[in-house]
């Protein structure tokens, strides 16, 4: 594979470092008014997508809060969802009487946090709620309840900010739509969401 810069892969950045940061910081003020009186809340990271929202989030703030992640998988190396969701890294801990806040990348079909969201309740968390950075509302097929979202974006498949295409472009500090060019003609798997 030739070597060359993330960055000229990329067509259009949607959405910048700048609004980035801002959005968050007003998505971190509104969950801690919410939050302010409970004694600890649990942010679930899904992984892999969410771990730089995360990261970023967990960091503004200023109330009592631990992280866990787990992992689901619902997409391929490509840009289509397969359809099923599985889990493939759960939780170890019990999450009864616990109040948990769900740390999503993005929410397109809808059908992985509907899944977690369903798995979740049925252990019986004192709370539940969705906090999405993006949402592809023209993609919904199954209904979700968002507590907390960052941007409605087109349906464009993204990047950056801990998406993904073919595992890479995650670390990119924005979201990015790429070029065309880009993508590989596309093979089914299972991994990676
Ligand atoms: P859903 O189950 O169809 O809602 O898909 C949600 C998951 O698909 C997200 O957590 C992402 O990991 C992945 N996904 C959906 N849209 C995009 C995109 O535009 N770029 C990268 N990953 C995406
Ligand atoms: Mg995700």
């Known amino acids: ?93 019990d999450i009864t009487g616990q109040h948990v806040l769900i740390v999503e990348d993005i929410i397109d079909s809808g059908r992985t946090l509907a899944y977690m969201r369903r798995n979740l309740l049925a252990r019986s968390p004192a709370s539940l709620r969705i906090c999405t950075l993006l949402n592809k509302p023209e993609r919904r097929e199954v209904d979700v309840p968002v507590d907390y979202l960052g941007f409605d974006i087109p349906d464009k498949f993204v990047v950056g900010y801990g998406l993904d295409y073919a595992q890479h472009y995650r670390n990119l500090p924005f979201i990015a739509v790429l070029k065309p060019e880009v993508f590989a003609p596309e093979v089914s798997g299972d991994e990676g969401a």
């Open 1 to 93: 594979m030739p070597t060359r810069a993330l960055r000229e892969d990329i067509a259009e950045v949607l959405i910048s470092e700048e609004q980035l940061q801002n959005r968050i910081r007003e998505l971190a003020r509104d969950i801690q008014a919410d939050y302010v009186d409970v004694e600890n809340v649990l942010l679930l990271c899904v992984l892999k997508g969410a771990y730089i929202f995360l990261s970023d989030l967990s960091r503004l703030l200023d109330i009592p809060h631990e992280v866990d992640f787990m992992a689901v998988s619902s997409y391929g190396s490509g840009t289509t969802s397969s359809g099923a969701v599985r889990i493939v890294l759960d939780l170890k801990q």
